[in-house]
């Protein structure tokens, strides 16, 4: 049994009882992401044999066998997909729910949506680079397009195309240099981000 698809199903689960708890409590959404995730995370993890820990915490890539790294090819295609297909009503609800609901989105089942491709863009950096390098290459990207950015639309699309650039550059240069490839590619990424800073200062 790969473990990725347990840790898949606590990160669904974890999903949907946020978008239930949304509606239901006062609590801020974004500590009920970071706790309820995070646990999930955990549970995950805890139900694991020992041997496949530390592929868990730093990623599977260098050894996915064809089969899983195509299917994890056409998920993140696929997740792309329905990102820059929601953008728009997504940015809307970070603004404003009235005005995400003048615009068309804003509804109960875009929320659950984003919070669907959410759990699956983390299941799948966790199978890539791991538990502990996976909040770093959700983050870096992000903030370097932000550095960058002009607009929303601009944002997005760098922030995509810099996680892929970095992933794919990261892989590479780990097996150029014989290291391993998590550490390696959020390290670039932090260099990309450092030298992002300079452009932001202007």
């Known amino acids: 049994f790969d473990p990725f698809w347990g840790v898949l199903s606590f990160l669904l689960a974890a999903a949907v009882l946020i978008w239930y708890l949304e509606q239901h409590t006062r609590l801020p959404s974004d500590a009920l992401v970071g706790l309820l995730f995070t646990a999930s995370l955990a549970i995950g993890i805890l139900s694991l044999p020992?041997?496949?820990?530390?592929?868990s915490l730093f990623g599977e890539f260098p050894n996915l066998d064809p089969f899983m790294f195509i299917s994890v090819l056409i998920s993140g295609i696929a997740l792309t997909t329905l990102i820059f297909y929601f953008a728009r009503k997504f940015l809307f609800s970070i603004v404003s729910d009235e005005l995400a609901r003048v615009q068309g989105g804003g509804s109960r089942a875009q929320q659950l949506i984003l919070l669907l491709i959410f759990s699956g863009v983390v299941a799948l950096g966790i199978k890539l680079v791991g538990t502990l390098l996976m909040g770093s290459l959700t983050i870096i990207p992000a903030s370097i397009?932000?550095?960058?950015?002009i607009s929303a639309r601009r944002y997005i699309l760098l922030s995509t195309g810099?996680?892929?650039?970095?992933?794919?550059a990261g892989a590479f240069a780990s097996h150029t240099f014989h290291l391993l490839p998590g550490p390696t590619i959020i390290l670039l990424g932090v260099g990309i981000f450092v030298c992002s800073l300079i452009f932001w200062s202007e």
Request: proline letters at 0%.
């Open 145 to 149: 397009a932000k550095n960058i950015s």
């Open 162 to 168: 810099l996680g892929a650039l970095i992933a794919t």
């Open 50 to 55: 020992g041997e496949e820990i530390l592929d």
